[in-house]
């Protein structure tokens, strides 16, 4: 056999040898990829696909903070830092769209709610207003709630099983080279959560 033809031989051994192994490294990472997608799918529509997730847990309580801060203007002036940061907090768990973001924006408002519940004790008119007190206390223990509700949200499970397979060998290495990270977890220490 001439050298010229186990050259070409060599080659394309070699070439199809790197075409398997590029193969497989990029079948595995769209495979871990994919399975981000569905874990987030499940924070977004639910474990049922019937919207009950995570994703609708966080839309309630921006929306809770939203009603929280109109309660507390009626008793606070409307530009002190509590009720803008409690506004803004609620504003940015609104729009926060990865589950990343949303993890921040949620630590953020919970933040935020601890320290109006610092400063509301203190608010004489708040505190003599019936009414408003008790539906300062229903919205207060709404939105601390919501943490223990999205602690126990079967997203959480999953998102824990699929940091497992990335955090081993090959997961990790197929998922590193798709840019693929850690999904966070809605937990109470994640959360910010004190109950």
Request: proline share 3%; aromatic share 4%.
């Amino acid at each position: 056999m001439p050298a010229n033809v186990k050259m070409q031989r060599v080659m394309a051994i070699a070439l199809t040898v790197v075409l398997i192994l590029g193969s497989i490294v990029v079948g595995g990472a769209r495979t871990f990829a994919g399975r981000q997608r569905r874990v987030i799918a499940v924070m977004d529509r639910g474990a049922k696909g019937d919207g009950v997730g995570i994703s609708s847990d966080i839309r309630k309580r921006a929306d809770t903070a939203l009603t929280l801060v109109t309660l507390l203007s009626r008793h606070m002036p409307a530009d002190d830092p509590l009720i803008m940061e409690l506004s803004e907090a609620a504003g940015a768990l609104s729009g926060a769209r990865t589950p990343w973001d949303k993890l921040d924006a949620n630590r953020r408002l919970t933040q935020a709610v601890d320290s109006a519940a610092a400063t509301a004790q203190n608010v004489d008119s708040l505190r003599t207003h019936n009414t408003d007190a008790a539906q300062y206390r229903t919205l207060t223990s709404a939105i601390r709630s919501s943490n223990l509700t999205m602690q126990h949200d079967e997203y959480n499970t999953l998102a824990r099983q699929f940091n497992s397979q990335i955090a081993s060998f090959p997961g990790g290495f197929f998922a590193g080279l798709g840019g693929v990270k850690a999904l966070p977890l809605f937990d109470q220490e994640a959360a910010g959560a004190r109950n």
